[in-house]
């Protein structure tokens, strides 16, 4: 299957400092990717869908300003948290979707676990 | 809005114990509905989907029937392994056939531990 990756795994910062994600399609393109977050025991929540070349599209409740989402290239979106605090702690998941004719589905990194001290 | 509602965990079995995971759904119109998986260290994998009511979704002998007038689409394995020992998401995704282009809601997750 498609492989998506993310970098980092987990990073630790102190908190006024930015942080950014990545997430990478390896092995295809993808026109779309999302950016989910998860708090521990609770369900993965959508916080913004990725286009490649345009501005992403935030779901309600997430700033914008905060969480700047950047999809540069067809293999490529970067999460930044601006300014992180300790209520940004939280696992991040990326997904990337493949194209119409690879089945569009959609497939997930393993996650990045931030920190903010 | 739509909503996941799966059983908490974490269900611990004994190997080639039957297993359910419990999953009821809130959405309008005709939801696509998918259960995922998670390995320990590992990102979220479809285990399986089923678009339409009564589709079965089936794979690595997990299997799930799509209940529209339960409004459940309920994860059953006749024998678990140890290696099936992971967190599975149930989730739905409002019309898209297959869940790519459309947002999916998720459940909160189960933790399966599989013990000898």
Not at chain 1, 38 to 56: H, I, R, Y
Not at chain 1, 106 to 112: D, K, T
Not at chain 2, 54 to 75: C, I, P, V
Request: glycine share 10%; with cysteine; hydrophobic share 35%.
């Amino acid at each position: 299957g498609a492989v998506v990756s993310q970098h980092p795994s987990w990073v630790i910062c102190k908190s006024g400092t930015s942080v950014k994600i990545e997430c990478r399609s390896l092995d295809f393109q993808a026109t779309t990717m999302f950016w989910y977050r998860q708090f521990p025991k609770q369900s993965l929540m959508l916080m913004a869908t990725s286009n490649e070349g345009s501005k992403a599209t935030y779901e309600q409740g997430v700033e914008k300003d905060k969480f700047l989402i950047n999809h540069a290239s067809l293999t490529l979106s970067t999460l930044t948290v601006t300014s992180a605090h300790p209520e940004d702690s939280s696992f991040y998941i990326c997904s990337a979707r493949t194209s119409a004719d690879r089945g569009g589905e959609l497939f997930f990194g393993e996650g990045s676990r931030l920190t903010v001290l | 809005g739509d909503s996941v509602t799966q059983m908490e965990g974490p269900v611990t079995l004994s190997e080639e114990a039957f297993l359910t995971i419990n999953c009821t759904y809130t959405a309008t119109g005709y939801p696509s509905l998918f259960w995922y998986v998670q390995y320990p260290g590992e990102g979220l994998q479809l285990l399986l989907k089923a678009t339409k009511a009564d589709d079965k979704g089936s794979n690595k002998g997990f299997e799930a029937t799509y209940r529209k007038e339960t409004t459940s689409f309920h994860l059953e394995k006749g024998s678990v392994q140890v290696s099936d020992s992971a967190v599975y998401f149930c989730a739905l995704s409002g019309r898209g056939l297959t869940g790519g282009g459309n947002k999916l809601t998720f459940g909160t997750g189960t933790q399966l531990k599989v013990e000898l």
